[in-house]
């Protein structure tokens, strides 16, 4: 089997790619490898957590949302064989191409964290993460009259670095609406060193962090959970480097699992040192194989994973891809550009956008580093119906 372009994942980024290909070009011939019949709006998915959103409303068929011109091969790729320009499936099935658009997704690492798989879902333990477990975290919180709730953020890349806080205001504004003042105690466990990377944002944060009385806890790593004794263990690494474990009681337990660059992409001749597709960060096109092109959460840009992102990035792709077919110079020039709406609150969100260099690139004529209403709006409402009517159909 032959396919002038194979896009390898049909979430937001191959699906977007490839009807904007198709808008450019109507007689290409494009084949999309997509194991899931489900297509999933997944940045509902605090929401769903916070209670205000129906799971139910962010899955519709993968089927309707293929492009129409483009092939679908329900099937995952298992290894890439660039020197041939071919991809083989798990199934067996050898795909030849003339040009690959990588963009699978991010892969979710529950068993990175010991005791984690067995406990999720259960044992007050739960997670955004997932659609069969995002319901659970609204029980947890909703039921939760006296105690602790904690929240984490492992080291390295996630899907949508703000979401593990996300969940978090959202819980302490519950608490705060819900429960005697001090009977529930919020605190944040995270593996990085601040609670965000541009001032501008985490001066905000911190306030918010303040209103909530959110204990905060950083260069801690989420290790191990014992769910029935509810126990969390953390590696701490202090200021000198030093590495020791610690032990937290919990009575609600929300987990951002470890991420990374699929395994097949990881183990694959077009992984960078750190597993993720290695491209030009600012053309998309790979480093090594000039026909060979990735986008999203498994590309190795340094740039926060996002859909905002993701949104930015397939008309720089397209605009190459095709230059790159005619044997032209590749003109356009992704920037880094991310979005991070951070729900601080219920009717709350401050709407973070930044670059490569973590320059504030924002949209919209006011100061986006204060929560607003009208922002909370914007997600709640107009970015899921943008996603589902415009950028899967390659209009944005």
């Known amino acids: 089997m032959k396919h002038q372009i194979v896009i390898v994942g049909g979430g937001n980024a191959g699906i977007s790619v490839a009807a904007k290909l198709l808008h450019a070009n109507r007689q290409l011939d494009i084949a999309i490898i997509e194991p899931s019949d489900k297509h ?32 679908w091969i329900q099937d995952a790729v298992a290894t890439f064989q660039p020197e041939q320009n071919n991809v083989v499936t798990r199934a067996g099935l050898t795909v030849a191409y003339d040009y690959l658009v990588v963009c699978p997704g991010i892969q979710l690492n529950w068993a990175q964290v010991e005791g984690l798989p067995e406990t999720l879902g259960k044992n007050k333990v739960c997670s955004n993460y997932l659609f069969d477990t995002a319901p659970y975290t609204f029980e ?5 009259k006296k105690g602790r709730a904690l929240f984490t953020a492992p080291a390295g890349a996630v899907k949508c670095g703000g979401a593990p806080q996300k969940i978090m205001y959202l819980a302490g504004d519950y608490f705060r609406r819900n429960r005697p003042a001090g009977d529930v105690q919020v605190d944040f466990f995270s593996a990085g060193s601040v609670i965000f990377g541009i001032e501008k944002y985490a001066k905000t944060l911190r306030e918010v962090v303040k209103r909530y009385g959110i204990g905060t806890y950083f260069k801690h790593d989420l290790v191990k959970v014992d769910g029935p004794n509810k126990r969390a263990f953390f590696k701490v690494t202090d200021a000198q480097g030093n590495v020791t474990t610690e032990e937290q009681h919990f009575d609600v337990l929300h987990v951002t699992p470890p991420q990374s660059a699929p395994d097949f992409v990881r183990n694959s001749p077009l992984a960078n040192t750190n597993g993720w597709v290695d491209v030009d960060k600012f053309t998309l096109q790979h480093v090594k194989y000039p026909n060979i092109f990735s986008l999203g959460d498994a590309s190795g840009m340094p740039n926060s994973k996002t859909g905002a992102a993701v949104r930015k990035q397939a008309p720089v792709l397209v605009q190459n891809l095709l230059a790159a077919m005619k044997g032209q110079t590749l003109a356009g020039k992704y920037t880094g550009y991310s979005s991070c709406p951070i729900v601080t609150g219920y009717g709350k969100l401050m709407l973070a956008e930044f670059d490569y260099d973590n320059k504030p690139t924002e949209t919209f004529p006011f100061d ?10 914007l997600k709640r409402y107009v970015l899921p119906w943008l996603y589902w009517n415009q950028i899967l159909k390659g209009n944005m």
């Open 40 to 71: 999933y709006y997944q940045p509902a998915w605090t929401l769903v957590g916070g209670g205000v959103y129906d799971i139910r409303d962010t899955v519709r068929p993968e089927a309707d949302y293929i492009p129409q011109g483009a092939h």
């Open 140 to 144: 947890c919180i909703k039921n939760l």
């Open 368 to 377: 986006q580093s204060k929560e607003r209403f009208s922002m909370w709006m």
